[in-house]
């Protein structure tokens, strides 16, 4: 996985309560993405970030906020969790945007 | 606002067959598209780039073809194995945004071989 670890792994929590999943990388890539899966819907863009404190919504942004104050890490947050926010988070990282991406293990999130 | 679509339906191919999966878009003219295989659990990784102005690039036993004029790429996979068994994406850059391109996916095509 290219020097990209996400953690925590897998997530159990309660409708209402904040989340922060992290995404930590080792490869000095500028870039870096966080993507839910979903069946049915495959690889959706939640944010992203082009630099240290420059970071950008993507397709599904509601209810999502992120944080890179280091290169190597990039936090997201759940504000407020709500079932609908399960799923599988995946973080990427690349040299530039829209060039090869490279994928952590993915977090395993239930919102119950 | 653009498109990918993929076969959403898995591709159950006999062993040393050659496996195709398409992938095709609207509404953009990408300068490249790229192909990326996942395993159940796992993110997806990197396998092929091709530009636009490539009709066909190779990688050991895959080739991937790309027709901007009909908006769509084939992946192939010759000489098929069980273990190429996974989900296969296709994923194409947006080029409209603040920060330069992003890259959209399609949501996959699973391929099964079987022995």
């Known amino acids: 996985d290219a020097g990209i670890t996400q953690s925590p792994r897998h997530k159990v929590t309660e409708t209402g309560t904040p989340v922060t999943l992290r995404c930590h990388q080792t490869?000095?890539?500028?870039?870096m993405y966080w993507y839910r899966q979903d069946p049915g819907h495959g690889l959706r863009l939640i944010h992203y970030?082009?630099?240290?404190?420059?970071?950008d919504k993507g397709e599904v942004s509601d209810g999502y906020s992120v944080s890179r104050s280091k290169t190597e890490d990039f936090l997201l947050t759940l504000e407020s969790a709500t079932s609908s926010q399960t799923s599988v988070y995946f973080c990427?990282?690349?040299?530039?945007?829209?060039?090869?991406?490279?994928f952590g293990p993915g977090t395993r999130l239930l919102v119950l | 606002s653009q498109k990918i679509e993929q076969n959403s339906e898995a591709l159950n191919i006999q062993e040393g067959k050659t496996a195709t999966l398409t992938c095709n878009y609207t509404?953009?003219?990408?300068?490249?598209l790229q192909w990326y295989r996942q395993d159940p659990g796992r993110g997806p990784v990197f396998l092929l780039l091709?530009?636009?102005?490539?009709k066909e690039k190779r990688k050991e036993r895959l080739k991937v073809t790309f027709d901007t004029t009909l908006k769509q790429s084939l992946f192939h996979i010759t000489a098929s194995q069980p273990a190429d068994s996974a989900t296969y994406l296709c994923?194409?850059?947006?080029?409209?945004?603040?920060?330069?391109?992003?890259?959209?996916f399609g949501g996959g095509t699973r391929l099964m071989v079987k022995p």
């Open positions: 509404n953009y003219s990408p300068a490249y």
């Open positions: 994923a194409l850059d947006l080029g409209d945004n603040n920060a330069g391109n992003m890259l959209t």
């Open positions: 490869e000095n890539h500028r870039y």
């Open positions: 990427a990282i690349s040299l530039a945007g829209g060039e090869t991406q490279y």
């Open positions: 970030s082009y630099g240290v404190k420059d970071t």
């Open positions: 091709i530009r636009e102005n490539e």
